[in-house]
């Protein structure tokens, strides 16, 4: 019988709770081991929750448990890093949440742990697995919409919860290392390039982007425009627009089933998109690859280049804005 492998949670962030943790329970080569939380109520939840599953008040004490195979890394994005490299260096796989580090740097300096250490590392964009996604890379290698020209993608949503870790500068609070990561890497699924050239726009408070656009031309000549926010009504769609035709996307990063559109000259049609189990689709592939020594899906010089992309975001945005935070990061 195939081993099973034991997974540990560093942090019991909302999103562990309600999608990772389920999505290793609904996972069959995986095992639900042991949760780590420095939160009482949070330990006490765990406890009632998952009958037999360990729980540490300490991040360290689950990381010295040598049953453990894997980990998922849900903390703030300023902890990435650090809790990232302990594990590492303690033998454990890890599943890091999106985005995997703070700058370029960081996420090299991980990397290089990774492969010193003969360690499984994936940044967590479990969009990547849906459907949605599969059958528009589909689309653009079957040519129907001619060579790619410009890509538009948009995710933004009116943040209404106070004191939320989102929000704090000092833990990698702001809205493009939030949602707009996700149009960056989509952007970057496409053009598989690094940009040449980018301008970028925000608005701050309280030391954090709420809301920020940007310009990025790539050497292919490809342009593509990039939107997030905190501050502004839900909206989450992409636009890919090739010499022949187009493709719309709506709820682009979401595994929910619906239509994507392509219009050419031929008139428009529609592709079915089916519902997809996109966070046990990505438990599956990671735990996959530990068990079968290969490497996941999402690789790691794709979270470097998106990373060094995020940099230069950061890096143009123009002086009239107030980003002395932004510089400090990148």
């Known amino acids: 019988m195939q081993k099973k492998v034991k997974w540990g949670i560093i942090g019991y962030a909302r999103i562990a709770k309600n999608e990772v943790i389920p ?22 939840e765990c406890q009632k929750s998952y009958s037999g599953v360990k729980v540490y008040n300490q991040y360290e004490e689950l990381l010295d448990d040598t049953e453990i195979d894997a980990v998922y890394l849900p903390l703030p994005n300023s902890l990435h890093k650090e809790w990232a490299i302990k594990a590492m260096k303690r033998g454990k796989h890890v599943l890091c949440e999106k985005p995997i580090a703070l700058n370029a740097a960081d ?38 919409i001619g060579s790619v020209k410009f890509i538009h993608s948009t995710f933004r949503f009116l943040l209404n919860r ?7 500068s000092e833990l990698g609070g702001g809205s493009l290392y939030d949602v707009g990561c996700y149009p960056v890497n989509f952007a970057g699924m496409i053009t598989n390039e690094i940009p040449e050239s980018c301008q970028s726009e925000c608005v701050v408070e309280n030391g954090v982007d709420i ?25 989450m769609s992409s636009e890919i627009v090739g010499t ?78 107030p980003i002395d935070y932004i510089q400090e990061k990148a």
């Open 211 to 235: 809301i920020f656009s940007a310009v990025l031309k790539y050497p292919s000549g490809i342009m593509a425009s990039i939107n997030c926010g905190f501050n502004a009504f839900n909206q």
């Open 23 to 44: 999505a290793i329970l609904r996972t069959e080569d995986a095992q639900l081991y042991a949760i780590a939380s420095e939160d009482l109520n949070k330990r006490e």
């Open 107 to 144: 996420c090299l300096e991980m990397i290089q742990v990774a492969q010193a250490e003969g360690i499984m590392l994936m940044e967590a964009f479990m969009y990547r697995y849906t459907d949605r996604i599969q059958k528009v890379c589909e689309i653009l290698a079957s040519k129907e």
């Open 244 to 321: 022949k035709g187009r493709i719309e996307i709506s709820d682009t990063f979401l595994g929910t089933k619906g239509i994507i559109t392509i219009v050419t000259d031929e008139g428009s049609r529609q592709v079915v998109v089916d519902d997809s189990d996109r966070y046990a689709l990505e438990v599956a592939d990671f735990t996959n690859s530990i068990l079968q020594k290969q490497r996941p899906y999402l690789s790691l010089d794709e979270s470097y280049r998106n990373m060094q992309v995020m940099d230069m975001l950061f890096q143009s945005i123009s002086k009239s804005n």
């Open 162 to 168: 106070p004191n939320t870790i989102k929000v704090r």
